[in-house]
Structure formats: C-alpha cells, structure tokens
DNA sequence: GTCTATAGTGCGATAGAC
DNA sequence: GTCTATCGCACTATAGAC
C-alpha cells in the first residue's frame, strides 16, 4: 500500500480504480454521518447502500438529460426508491444537488493529495499531474461531466466552488511549469496560457467520452499521446 | 469586399465582426420567409426585428441558467413581448429551441464556406482555419455556448447535427495535417489526435470565456498563442 | 423504513378582447 | 399585432397508512 501511494499513478488505471470505488463508500458514510439531522434514517448499511445508489442514478438520469429536466418521479422509478423514501435521505432537490457535489468535490482532493509529490523533479511532476488528472477523471467521469455541464444552473456559492476548483487544478500546471522555467528545464513562454491549454485538453477527455470511446482510445493512450504532446510544447528550443 | 475576402480573417476580428452582424439580420430574414406558415406576423420589418431580439434574450437567459429552466414568463418579462405576441413568432418551446439552433448552424455554414480555401499551402491553411474558427465563435460566442451546454437536452435529431458539425470541424483539420505530412512540412504522428487537441482549444475560447475576460486576453493574443502552439506540435524534428 | 395519495405551485399553451 | 385571463398538466414536497 505505501509502495503503491509512493508509485503515484504508475501502477495504471485499473490499480487507481479499486482504491477509488473504496473511497466512495467511505465518503458516503462521512456524509450519511455529517447530515444525520436531516436524513431520517438510522441504520448506517441501509443509509449507504441507498445514499450511493440515490446518487449514481442521478449522475446516470441527469448526464442523459439534464438534472433540472429529471424530475425526482423519474430518480424514484429508475432507484426502485418510492418518493417518500427519497424525501427521508434529502430535503430538497436542492439538497440533493449539493450532496453530489459535494461527495465530489471531497473524493477529488482525497485522490490529489494522495498523489501529488513536491519532491519529484519538474518533468516527472508534469507527467504524473497529467496522468492523475486523466485517471481521476476516467474514474469519476459522471461526476465531472455532471459538475461541467450542470455548473451554470446553481447557486451562486455553488458556481464559485466549481470555479475555484477549476483554477486550482490550473494552478497546479503553473506551479509546474514556472518551476521548470526556473531550473531551466522548460522553456514556457506563458505559464498561465499553457496551463490552460493542457487544462482544455484534460478537459476533453471527460467532456466527448463518446468520441474516444467511439475511436477505441483507452485513457493509457491518450495520457501517453498528452504527456508527450506538453513536453513537445515546454520544451527548451 | 473581394480583397477582404480573399484576405480571409486576415483585417482582424472587427472586420470580422462587421460582416457577422449583417448576417445575422439577413438569416433571421430567411427563417421568417421559410417560416411564414407557423408565424403569424405578415410584416417583414416587425418580424424580423422581434426575432432577433426574441433569439438574443433567450440566449442571454439561457446561458445564465439554462433553456429548460427559463420559462417563457421569463423571456417574456425580459425581452418586452407577451406571452401572446412570442406564440405568434413560434408554436412550441421546441420550436423556438430549432430555431435557434438552425439560426446557428446556417451562420456558421455561412462564414466558413467565405473562408476557407483550398489552395492554400498546408501552413497558411493551418493557420487561417485556427483564427476563423475563433473569430467565428467570439462573434458568435452565445450561441456556440448554448448549442454546446444544451446538446444532451436536445431531441436524437437535433443532437446528431450538433454532433455531425463538431466532426466536420475536427476533420478540416485532419485533413490540414494529413495533407501536411504529406508534403513533409509537418511531421504528425496522429492527425486524428491532434485534431482533437485543437479542437478542445479552441472550444476553451468559447466555453471559458470569463476565465480570458478576467485575464484581459483578447481573441488576438490567443490566436496567436495558438497558432505557435500548433505549429510547435507538428513542426518535423 | 417505505409506501401511496394528495396538496400546492408554476409551467406551456390558447382563447378572445382590443 | 399584441395583450390579459385562464385551462390543464406535471412537478416538488408532505401527510399519514402500513
């Protein structure tokens, strides 16, 4: 396990996969913990089962159609879980929403901060953010197409922790890059300009999934196409 | 007007701008004539003038939160009609979302067919199809936005279209960079990739626009961080 | 803990006055 | 050509049976 940690995300997709799916019950159970004054029901397994499952028919109705369009008549048929039952795990639609993002947003920074190492030279530390990303992405594509597209229909508090989201990842490529400017390593004319760009590429991969699935790319062949594409572009010359 | 187009979006974006604007009171026009069946207004003038504003407000709307979730109190209250007088322009919700939609797409059709030559050389085409894709989708920035964040609430029809017009654009410059390899100025490994690469770059401009406002770039300055960019990548050696 | 039945709200769409 | 008034419907949310 240490050894895995220390290997970042060298050890492929389907490693990074299994400690995933384990994170996502564990942050279940933190929010079923964290809300239980307004979730009515007291058995923690059942409250679990039915809070994961609540939310990934959600992600499932909501990338289909949007998740204003999907009524909650339409989350009840689809969960197998009757109206009343829905109304005992969320108060609101609303309240629904913000669990989703939230679950999101907390197995985001749980996975980063797993994999990130300020130690590792400029180079590695560019090649590993963007294998990350694309493996964090991959793992948790509902989400984050869901946190995309569904962005503009929320609250403004909601809007302004997408955003931060947002430029923090971008952050994390200009942090990188003007590093490597420094050791002379890079020679990266606009850090901010080129973050953003490689932002937009990562971007892409959980934005058209229906392309690459359709042209049969796996995300190891895109991460490796990426990688090689930054370093052509921050390259010295 | 021969030699400006024959520059293709070389006089910069507000030359740019000053031909898109005419065109858009031009199409309006068209659907109002190819529409005349299912609007109930018979004076051109009147017709066309609340069209166009009936298009702007509900983009405008729209992209702040949503088609589905803007009524049509909403856009009434908004743009200055009744709801009467907006059923007299379109007979559905649905209606109202083709039109838009078809507005759009011939605007575009319209614009690239005036720009874009065949007989180029590889690395001038590559060039000119970069900046005429962004001053196409600045000027028209609201709608590109729409059609992409409302795709997955679209009906299967109208979804293959917006679908059909984002292959079509990756393939122009597939076939940019397949015919550069061939000629031996570019060396690309996977013109496929690279195709979608820019594409998701040049989609940034659109769908991230408050991100460049905020940084005080201009489609310009991107354009041109761009188009170096590009040419890095496929550059040989 | 989950269900069915229903109250209350706001929507798309239309009819008819002006 | 545009308005106001209104209909019928589907939705969120809740109350009370089991």
């Known amino acids: 396990m240490q ?9 492929g997709i389907e490693a990074f996969r299994a400690e995933a799916v384990l994170s996502i019950e564990e942050i279940c ?50 969960s197998g879980l009757s109206m009343g039952a829905l109304y005992s795990y969320f108060s609101s639609k609303d309240e629904l929403l913000e669990m989703i993002l939230s679950q999101g947003r907390q197995m985001t920074r749980r996975i980063l901060t797993r994999y990130i190492y300020a130690d590792d030279p400029p180079k590695k530390k560019l090649s590993d953010a963007i294998r990350t990303h694309l493996y964090l992405t991959e793992v948790m594509q509902p989400w984050f197409y869901f946190a995309y597209l569904e962005a503009k229909n929320l609250k403004r508090d ?15 490529f200009i942090d990188i890059l003007e590093e490597g400017n420094a050791a002379g390593i890079f020679a990266c004319d606009s850090p901010v300009l080129t973050a953003s760009a490689i932002k937009a590429m990562l971007q892409d991969w959980y934005l058209k999934r229906w392309k690459y699935q359709r042209r049969n790319i796996s995300v ?12 052509t572009i921050v390259a010295p010359g």
């Open 3 to 11: 050894d895995k940690e220390k290997n970042g995300s060298a050890n």
């Open 29 to 78: 159970t933190e929010i079923f913990r964290r809300n239980q004054t307004s979730i009515k029901i007291k058995k923690e397994a059942v409250a679990v089962k039915n809070l994961v499952k609540i939310f990934d028919t959600t992600l499932a109705l909501s990338n289909s159609k949007g998740f204003q369009t999907t009524s909650l008549r339409d989350l009840s048929a689809a």
């Open 158 to 172: 909601q809007q302004k922790k997408v955003i931060a989201g947002e430029l923090a990842t971008e952050k994390i």
């Open 220 to 231: 190891d062949t895109y991460a490796v196409f990426l990688i090689k594409l930054v370093e």
